[in-house]
């Protein structure tokens, strides 16, 4: 059977790649199937043609966002990769203690699970009094994530590896599986939509932690190189990179020195 659509499959995944470095290889073109068939279902298509056309020919802004959202979207939740979270604890939170303010980004939010998750750990950690000046920004390229983000509600399977303790201490509960993060935590984070290919970075002050993880492999490899780069430029020196445990960067020739895994450091 001829597959009729898939000059207009090749020109989706293209832009996707040109655009906003996200990389379908042809084994996961079953995935990304699945995530247009739902943007065509919203907008009436027929089939892939018609979204090809919209997409690159008419180059409608919310069908531009839309397949962004749907190619860009991945399970997230609080406290991911406890690993790296304990690293980023017992080795980069020391660092951070000794700073008046302190800067962190969040380069691939999503729903903001990440920066309310470091929110929560630098709170325990140096107490409550800490996030009057403590600065997060989380950035997603997909516009529906950031203002979930923003407006802090999440299901309770989003809390499900999160201490009950803590669901109690930084959450308001809306109803049985429904919970809202507290103002304490939201006064120190501000989400933005950004594209991590629109390089460089426009940011004038340098962040001491930048958290880049599971992202990277939606990249291609001159992309992740690109990225990693760029991230550096915008790192104060003695400054931390965290990544996730499933991205190794050591064969990506960047200027970054590995500390631990997961854990990353811009020389001083």
Same mark, same amino acid.
């Given at each position: ?5 898939? =000059? ?55 069908v531009q966002l839309a397949v962004t959202h749907a190619a860009s979207t ?11 979270? &304990? ?114 970075? =426009? ?9 880049? *993880? ?7 490899? &001159?992309?992740? *190189? ?43």
């Amino acid at each position: 059977m001829i597959v009729t659509d898939q =000059p207009a499959y090749d020109a989706i995944r293209d832009w996707l790649s040109s655009r906003c470095g996200i990389t379908f290889p042809e084994h996961k073109s079953a995935v990304l199937r699945q995530r247009l068939a739902r943007v065509n279902q919203s907008f009436s298509y027929k089939d892939l043609n018609d979204l090809a056309h919209g997409l690159l020919e008419e180059q409608k802004e919310d069908v531009q966002l839309a397949v962004t959202h749907a190619a860009s979207t991945n399970h997230t939740y609080f406290f991911r990769e406890p690993e790296v979270l &304990d690293r980023f604890r017992q080795i980069v939170m020391p660092y951070l203690q000794k700073k008046r303010e302190m800067r962190i980004w969040s380069a691939a939010a999503s729903s903001g699970d990440e920066a309310y998750t470091v929110a929560v750990m630098i709170a325990e950690e140096f107490g409550e009094e800490a996030l009057s000046r403590l600065h997060i920004l989380g950035t997603d390229i997909s516009g529906p994530v950031v203002e979930q983000a923003e407006q802090g509600v999440y299901q309770l399977k989003q809390l499900d590896k999160t201490e009950r303790r803590l669901v109690h201490k930084y959450f308001t509960a809306l109803n049985p599986n429904t919970f809202a993060v507290k103002d304490m935590l939201k006064s120190c984070c501000t989400f933005r939509r950004m594209n991590l290919k629109a390089q460089p970075y =426009p940011f004038i002050n340098p962040f001491q932690v930048v958290f880049c *993880r599971n992202i990277l492999y939606y990249f291609d490899r &001159d992309d992740q *190189r690109a990225t990693l780069e760029a991230i550096y430029e915008v790192t104060e020196p003695g400054g931390y990179l965290i990544t996730s445990v499933t991205e190794s960067i050591r064969d990506l020739d960047t200027r970054w020195e590995p500390v631990a895994t997961g854990i990353h450091r811009r020389a001083e």
